[in-house]
């Protein structure tokens, strides 16, 4: 089975400084790796996504992540991060084949000060 | 196009008492999920259908909880009766297929007193 670990509960960044989430997974075969965001009271909204392919992917709001199979590892990265980036985000691995079973990490919660 | 609909946002209940979330996905999309989530935890799937059929309820408490898509568009979830930890957001997603990123709805958040 898969698994996701989202080793920062919370992150503060200044705005206009970069960004890093960090995610790691666990899978035995080559999996969907995806980044949403949540903004307080509202549903998850797809940042990108890795299938196959080039392993940096880009996204939606400027984020990026980069695949390393080697680290297991999807981290989410934005050059500048804007004072509306602040959120809670969630990586999560899906199966490749068959019917996609997502495993969401426990978050990160973004934190941007002035 | 318009997203993933659900009602109600929000829901106060007492222990023992029942509840029904609904859900109405983007048009044309096969495949709809229902996810849990508690406060400081990523959602945690409960069940997904693929059109009308159940294809994964391995984590649904089913003495509890139910669900059903009807015709494979709308869905209901229910939970009967309901305890203090089933406090948390309902999600709803839906996919145009299985292997499809998700959408998902903006959720409904049941409190239990």
């Known amino acids: 089975a898969q698994s996701v670990t989202q080793p920062d509960i919370h992150i503060t960044v200044s705005e206009g400084a970069s960004l890093e989430l960090r995610c790691n997974y666990s899978y035995g075969a080559t999996p969907y790796l995806f980044w949403y965001v949540q903004s307080p009271g509202q549903g998850l909204q797809l940042l990108l996504k890795?299938?196959?392919?080039?392993?940096l992917v880009q996204g939606i709001k400027g984020f990026e992540a980069e695949f390393k199979r080697s680290q297991s590892s999807f981290n989410l990265r934005k050059p500048s991060v804007h004072w509306s980036d602040a959120a809670e985000y969630f990586c999560?691995?899906?199966?490749?084949?068959?019917?996609?079973?997502?495993?969401f990490g426990t978050g990160t919660r973004l934190l941007v000060s002035p | 196009e318009a997203g993933v609909a659900q009602s109600p946002r929000y829901k106060i209940i007492e222990k023992r008492q029942s509840v029904a979330f609904w859900c109405n996905p983007i048009?044309?999309?096969?495949?709809l999920y229902w996810y849990q989530q508690i406060l400081g935890q990523g959602p945690k799937l409960l069940i997904q259908?693929?059109?009308?059929?159940?294809?994964?309820d391995s984590q649904l408490p089913k003495d509890r909880f139910s669900a059903e898509r009807l015709k494979g568009v709308d869905s209901t979830l229910k939970i009967q009766p309901a305890k203090l930890e089933d406090s948390a957001v309902y999600l709803c997603?839906?996919?145009?297929?299985?292997?499809?990123?998700?959408?998902f709805g903006d959720g409904t958040r049941l409190s239990i007193l």
């Open positions: 259908f693929q059109n009308n059929g159940v294809v994964d």
């Open positions: 890795y299938f196959s392919g080039d392993t």
């Open positions: 999560a691995v899906g199966a490749l084949t068959g019917f996609q079973k997502l495993v």
């Open positions: 048009s044309g999309h096969a495949t």
């Open positions: 997603a839906s996919s145009l297929s299985s292997n499809q990123p998700q959408h």
